[in-house]
């Protein structure tokens, strides 16, 4: 697996920077909403599909560039429990068909030798033809050693901590243990176990919330909104956000407070 490789920042070289200010390194981990793929496409005037469209091919640049400078894991947001309830399965069905043509694709055409593909998310509200497809790119690229990468889809964060409290309830039944639960013992059974938490979330798009996504995992992770559409996003974009990162102060909730510039 690739080494983190540091990315240079013009703010280094400034003249104000604080003596003794080191850089965070680039994230392990980084999770990504690229959200505004519809209302960029009704900008443009084009169907939704395309919007779609022109967001999976930014998609493919960001997870080759992430990559190369040695990210490790990389978790997306394709499509939310409530996007699917509430859509409709005529709208599940054409966007969940369009999307599994065009990762395959992808993989098939250049990267199903290098990355490891892992499915989060409530997949017994997904088609199951999707399902099954999904499935096999799993089983074909768990020994590939590239960067993980991660589809969140039929995703939810309270799904995901409730589905992973009533295992561990099952679990604890079966077993007979009358015991306090441990955040150890309860992050075993979550969607990203073995997997760890984003250092970075970018949600496109300019809208500052969550919506739900990786509840139980961004305690500390650091936070980018930038204004465009997906579509519009640019690995150039990407680069900046990477720089911005490592520039910022992070305590954990510690006292140690450095400024960087």
């Known amino acids: 697996m690739n080494q983190l490789q540091p990315v240079e920042h013009p703010a280094l070289m400034h003249p104000n920077r604080t ?3 080191t850089l965070n ?8 909403i690229p959200d505004g793929n519809s209302r960029w496409a009704r900008a443009h005037g084009r169907l939704p599909v395309d919007g779609y469209k022109a967001g999976l091919r ?4 960001i ?20 996007n699917i309830m509430k859509r409709g399965a005529a709208w599940s069905r054409v966007f969940f068909e369009f999307a599994l043509s065009t990762i395959k694709q992808y993989f098939n055409k250049s ?10 998310g409530d997949l017994s509200s997904v088609p199951d033809f999707v399902r099954h497809e999904f499935e096999q790119l ?21 799904f995901e901590i409730l589905h992973a409290v009533n295992t ?26 073995g ?38 996003f640019t690995v150039e974009r990407f680069k900046e956000l990477l720089m911005d990162y490592q520039l910022r102060t992070r305590t954990f909730g510690s006292e140690r407070y450095v400024q960087h510039a």
Request: aromatic share 10%.
């Open 25 to 32: 390194p680039l994230p392990a981990h980084i999770a990504i």
């Open 63 to 82: 997870v080759e560039y992430a990559d190369s400078v040695g990210v490790q894991y990389l978790t997306a947001y394709f499509a939310s429990r409530d």
């Open 138 to 158: 799993v089983e074909r690229t768990k020994n590939n050693t590239g960067l993980v990468f991660t589809i969140a889809i039929a995703y939810t964060g309270k």
């Open 168 to 193: 561990l309830i099952k679990s604890r039944v079966r077993d007979g243990i009358d015991m306090p639960v441990s955040a150890e013992e309860l992050a075993a059974h979550m969607d990203l176990h």
């Open 195 to 232: 997997i760890p938490p984003p250092e970075l979330l970018i949600r496109s798009s300019g809208q500052l919330r969550l919506s739900g996504f990786l509840l139980w995992h961004l305690e500390y992770t650091e936070l980018a909104f930038p204004q465009e559409f997906w579509p519009d």
């Open 58 to 61: 930014v998609l493919e640049n």
């Open 19 to 21: 003596i003794g200010a």
């Open 111 to 120: 990267a199903i030798d290098r990355y490891q593909v892992k499915i989060i």
